[in-house]
């Protein structure tokens, strides 16, 4: 394709790619910055899902720790029946 130009046609040629590529380069240096955010963002969002599963294992427990005897807990269903 080169062969086929004339001097002045390549010179424009390669002045056009070279554009192209610097037009590129920085579109790349864009994607790089967003890919670092998003793996900010996504290890801080693991984070925060971390500490949720830990909180729900700590409530679950505690409420098991807190169920009362089963006399109990028939008696406060007595207490608060509507007739």
Known sequence: MLTELS?????LY???????VAKL??????VNEEIKSLLKHKEYTEAA???????????????N???KPKREAV?????FKKK
């Open 14 to 20: 390669a002045r056009q790619c070279r554009v192209v």
């Open 7 to 11: 001097n002045t046609e390549a010179f």
């Open 49 to 63: 899902i971390e500490h949720i599963r830990k909180d729900l294992i700590i409530n679950k427990e505690s409420i």
């Open 25 to 30: 380069r920085l579109c790349w240096i864009d």
């Open 65 to 67: 720790m807190r169920k």
């Open 75 to 79: 008696f406060h269903v007595c207490i």
